[in-house]
């Protein structure tokens, strides 16, 4: 397998997946900034354009985030970060789809149509006139999560998966990008800080 990967929030979610499984995969980098990713050769790749994406051994390619973690849990099982039983893995798809659509797509047109905008609008269609609405519905919806991790380690119960993970790549991208984690959110807060502690102690020495 090959990991084709870049900046921003979705390729970090693979790579922080792979991080958890203790997984090292051959990795490309490709230059999204530069727009290499619109040219040819990685288009015959993922024709949607957009990083990251996993080459297979077969020599075939998937694409999207989810789609992605989905595969590598079943050919890494261990630890699982979707779920052992059938139970487990619609809860953690029932939050990771919740977080997505509800978070991490306005967090993100949030950006794409503001700060993002000189970047993104000869490549996408913008809403600029949108942007803080986007904001708005992303952190409308934080607060929501926020309300729901009373008692709660982390987001699926107690277990750590792919929900928490797509999570804290999004909030960490938000911190960037003038979309910080409101401090009023204390119990999202204390969740960033035990991911924080789990990412630390994979960090390379």
Known sequence: MKFYTSVGPNPAVVAMFLA??????????????AGENRQAPYLAKNPAGQLPCLE?????????????CEYLD???????????????RAQT????????????????AGFRFAEGL?????RIRCIPQAADDFKALAREKLTWL????????????????LADILLFC??????????????ENKNLTAWMERVKARTAEKAPA
């Not at 079943?74 to 487990?88: D, Q, R, V």
């Open 146 to 161: 926020d309300g729901l991790m009373t008692g709660k380690t982390w987001i699926a119960g107690d277990r750590f998966t």
């Open 56 to 68: 297979l051994d077969d020599g075939s390619y998937l694409s999207e985030i989810l789609p992605i």
């Open 74 to 88: 079943e050919k890494f099982p261990t630890p699982p970060l979707i779920g052992s039983t059938a139970e487990e």
């Open 93 to 108: 798809r029932m939050w990771v789809r919740r977080i997505d659509l509800n978070i991490c797509e306005p967090m993100g």
């Open 118 to 122: 000189p970047l993104f609008q000869s």
């Open 170 to 183: 999004f909030l960490q991208f938000g911190a960037q990008v003038g979309q910080p984690l409101a401090p």
């Open 20 to 33: 958890e499984k203790g997984v090292e995969l051959p990795t490309e980098k490709v230059d999204l900034m």
